[in-house]
T-cell receptor, first 111, second 115 residues
């Protein structure tokens, strides 16, 4: 069974631009969660989607948004990028259950 | 407000010996706990988990212990191998509602196993 796939793996953007990251969950998994990892803040929960609905949201500004499609694939979007948005963005899928399985992440650098 | 804490940023162990990684939490609503291992440039890999109704769970070389009264859990790796060298994250989840799909992570402990 294929794991969680995130694309692209690396991304370089400039301040003010917007970016879209993609996540394909494990086949059969219907819940997708997104996390931001930075050296200072560690792994922080962004939001979770299930059946195309956002069920939960972390403490991030409205510039961070996401969506989920009928095939459970998910995208997250960050608008008006700031330098502080440079981070590793991780997607995780679950059935849903308590155990989440992570992708390799997208490394975003904002210049 | 850090609800899950790993107070040891790093741990160094000799191959063959036991590695003990510790984690403390403050939120009494947490009812499920997980350990993940992470290598550089990869996502976290699930290792082992434990429900709050248990106090111990084993899987091969890995054992997780939960002390609910102390709000403390630990991961034991026996015997430790050089391939275990990685960052280990403790994570916790609470039931439903505003906790859907949310894991709260500790800051991680870098484990180095020397040959």
């Amino acid at each position: 069974k294929a794991g969680v796939t995130q694309t692209p793996r690396y991304l370089i953007k400039t301040r003010g631009q917007q970016v879209t990251l993609s996540c394909s969950p494990i086949s059969g998994h219907r819940s997708v969660s997104w996390y931001q990892q930075t050296p200072g803040q560690g792994l922080q929960f962004l939001f979770e989607y299930f059946s195309e609905t956002q069920r939960n949201k972390g403490n991030f500004p409205g510039r961070f948004s996401g969506r989920q499609f009928s095939n459970s694939r998910s995208e997250m979007n960050v608008s008006t990028l700031e330098l502080g948005d440079s981070a590793l963005y991780l997607c995780a899928s679950s059935l849903p259950s308590n155990i989440q399985y992570f992708g390799a992440g997208t490394r975003l650098s904002v210049l | 407000d850090q609800q899950v804490k790993q107070n040891s940023p790093s741990l160094s162990v000799q191959e063959g010996r036991i590695s003990i990684l510790n984690c403390d939490y403050t939120n009494s609503m947490f009812d499920y706990f997980l350990w993940y291992k992470k290598y550089p440039a990869e996502g976290p890999t699930f290792l082992i988990s434990i429900s709050s109704i248990k106090d111990k769970n084993e899987d091969g070389r890995f054992t997780v212990f939960l002390n609910k009264s102390a709000k403390h859990l630990s991961l034991h790796i026996v015997p430790s191998q050089p391939g275990d060298s990685a960052v280990y994250f403790c994570a916790a989840s609470a039931p439903g509602g505003t906790s859907y799909g949310k894991l709260t992570f500790g800051q991680g402990t870098i484990l180095t196993v020397h040959p």
